[in-house]
């Protein structure tokens, strides 16, 4: 997939796959955030092993504005991650449109369920999220094979105890497709 254009009452947003010259920009965008303990910092390889999940958000002369990310963690599941706004352009519809684009990513990948870990519940809400009520949303055998996984979000979803002390606060949401 290449870009996708959103235009808001008063606002003209660009969505597109994310560049080795974004990493700058996404790191810009998450430190504010992770300083709040919203998102957590990555070390700057992070981002580049993982900038093909990443979707960058551009205004209309090409400022970047806002990213987020899609990790798919199994066959059916995948997480939205580093969700992230530009304070400037916070309730302008940013978010909205990325978290758009990445479910249409998820869609187009296979994925029919997704994943997030949130503050912003309500937001997600908006967007068909639903608090997770049951902690066995997997299978037993798909459960032994994501405990394998070294990726944090994969222990964020399974609600390990090793990343309570990160995650204290958020909610864990899912969105069936």
Not at 15 to 41: C, E, H, N, S, Y
Not at 57 to 68: H, K, N, Q, T, Y
Not at 119 to 134: Q, T
């Amino acid at each position: 997939m290449t870009e996708t254009v959103t235009e808001t009452a008063t606002e003209t947003i660009r969505i597109r796959p994310a560049r080795t010259d974004d990493v700058g920009a996404i790191k810009t965008l998450v430190a504010p955030l992770a300083d709040q303990r919203i998102l957590m910092a990555k070390e700057t390889v992070a981002y580049y092993e993982s900038l093909q999940e990443f979707r960058i958000a551009e205004s209309g002369d090409g400022e970047v504005i806002g990213c987020g990310a899609l990790h798919v963690m199994w066959e059916d599941l995948a997480e939205v991650r580093t969700l992230a706004a530009s304070d400037a352009w916070r309730g302008k519809g940013v978010g909205h449109a990325l978290v758009e684009r990445l479910l249409e990513d998820a869609r187009a990948l296979g994925v029919s369920r997704v994943f997030c870990l949130t503050f912003e519940v309500e937001f997600f809400k908006k967007h068909g999220f639903e608090v997770m009520a049951n902690q066995s949303t997997v299978d037993p055998v798909v459960y032994s094979e994501l405990l394998r996984s070294h990726d944090e979000g994969v222990a964020e979803f399974l609600d390990l105890a090793r990343v309570k002390p990160n995650t204290l606060g958020n909610t864990r949401m899912i969105k069936e497709l």
